[in-house]
Nanobody, 126 residues
């Protein structure tokens, strides 16, 4: 089992920055993939950024590439999402997710992740 706790959300004006954190605990030794997902009201949950822990490989959705940076601190067992040049369309609940191994449906498929945090709200005003 893995427990995930997000923090760092808030309200910011367009063009601003925020950094989200996700503290992991439990049996994290074998976790291979961790990612950030978001869900806006009335929309499906979508993958934003994923990292292959240990190897440092990163993957970004087209909507955030070049603006967001995902990172993982192995010593602290914490996942980060540095968000810059924020836009109103980035407004959503942001979730941290993790799994030991993915099943092949893609890095940004929510069903591939067994462990989820409770979410942290990000609101970007124009």
């Amino acid at each position: 089992q893995v427990q995930l706790v997000e923090s760092g959300g808030g309200s910011v004006q367009a063009g601003g920055s925020l950094r989200l954190s996700c503290a992991a605990s439990g049996y994290t030794y074998s976790v291979e993939h961790m990612g950030w997902f978001r869900q806006a009201p009335g929309k499906e949950r979508e993958g934003v950024a994923v990292i292959r822990t240990g190897l440092g490989w990163t993957y970004y959705s087209a909507s955030v590439k070049g603006r967001f940076t995902i990172s993982h601190d192995n010593a602290k067992d914490t996942l980060y999402l540095q968000m810059s040049s924020l836009k109103p369309e980035d407004t959503a609940m942001y979730y941290c997710a993790a799994n030991y191994k993915l099943g092949g449906s893609g890095y940004f498929e929510p069903a591939e992740y067994n462990y989820w945090g409770q979410g942290t709200q990000v609101t970007v005003s124009s």
